[in-house]
């Protein structure tokens, strides 16, 4: 059982540059979510989604697209790299059936030089 | 706004010595709280969870957290340290509004916690 699975694990981009960030799950959960995490801070909410073709911004959405075209996939655009978008980034997953438990992906740590 | 404050960054304790870490909220409505872990190089593993009812809430291994609404706080406690607990803990607070709360969380800033031998 994979569980969520993220991709790449390491990644060092220059500024301006572009990448997504793959997300995928294999627990058939509806909603899914990505985190960022900065030193000595906690995780903050970029986007999420309830279901596949939905999402919605979370606490710091600026500078990141999504898109939820599969209920597996939930990829994570940076458009226009930038050094404050060096951190590591967490998908999760879950569902709404009452459990109210996150999945969490083991991360991607990203540098924007 | 929600917020979370945890007012320890770094706790060292012995093995075999009782663990309590701090977390105090800041929530208009009836929080639904949470306590994640996460082991370098790892994602986040949910403690424990607290929605309503029973203010002592049970979680695993071995871990247990309070909520005192008037202390507007949610204590993580453990009577006995193992030296597998050394890690980060978060504290979390879901957010209100429409549909499910689950995933909209805000974190505080994390508690890592060093185990002595």
């Known amino acids: 059982n994979a569980g969520v699975t993220q991709t790449p694990k390491f990644r060092i981009l220059k500024i301006g540059q572009s990448m997504t960030l793959q997300c995928t799950q294999d627990?058939?959960?509806?909603?899914m979510y990505w985190y960022r995490q900065d030193p000595g801070m906690g995780l903050k909410l970029i986007y999420y989604?309830?279901?596949?073709?939905?999402?919605d911004k979370g606490e710091v959405p600026n500078g990141y697209n999504v898109s939820r075209s599969t209920t597996e996939d939930f990829p994570l655009r940076l458009e226009l790299a930038a050094p404050s978008q060096t951190s590591v980034y967490f998908c999760a997953s879950g569902d709404n059936r009452g459990s109210e438990k996150l999945f969490f992906g083991s991360g991607t740590q990203l540098s924007v030089l | 706004a929600q917020s979370v404050t945890q007012p320890d960054i770094h706790i060292t304790v012995s093995e075999g010595a009782s663990l309590e870490l701090r977390c105090n909220y800041s929530?208009?409505?009836?929080?639904?709280l949470f306590w994640y872990v996460q082991s370098p190089g790892q994602g986040l593993q949910l403690l424990l969870k607290?929605?309503?009812?029973?203010?002592l809430v049970q979680g695993i291994k071995g871990f247990e957290a309070e909520f005192k609404r008037s202390q507007s706080s949610f204590n993580l406690r453990k009577p006995s340290v193992h030296w597998s607990d050394a890690a980060e803990y978060f504290c979390?607070?879901?957010?209100?509004?429409?549909?499910?709360?689950?995933?909209?969380?805000?974190f505080g800033r994390g508690t890592q916690l060093t185990v002595w031998p």
């Open positions: 627990m058939n959960h509806n909603y």
């Open positions: 607290y929605f309503s009812g029973d203010t």
């Open positions: 989604s309830v279901g596949a073709g939905i999402t």
């Open positions: 979390a607070v879901a957010s209100s509004g429409r549909g499910s709360t689950l995933g909209r969380l805000y």
């Open positions: 929530y208009g409505a009836t929080p639904y």
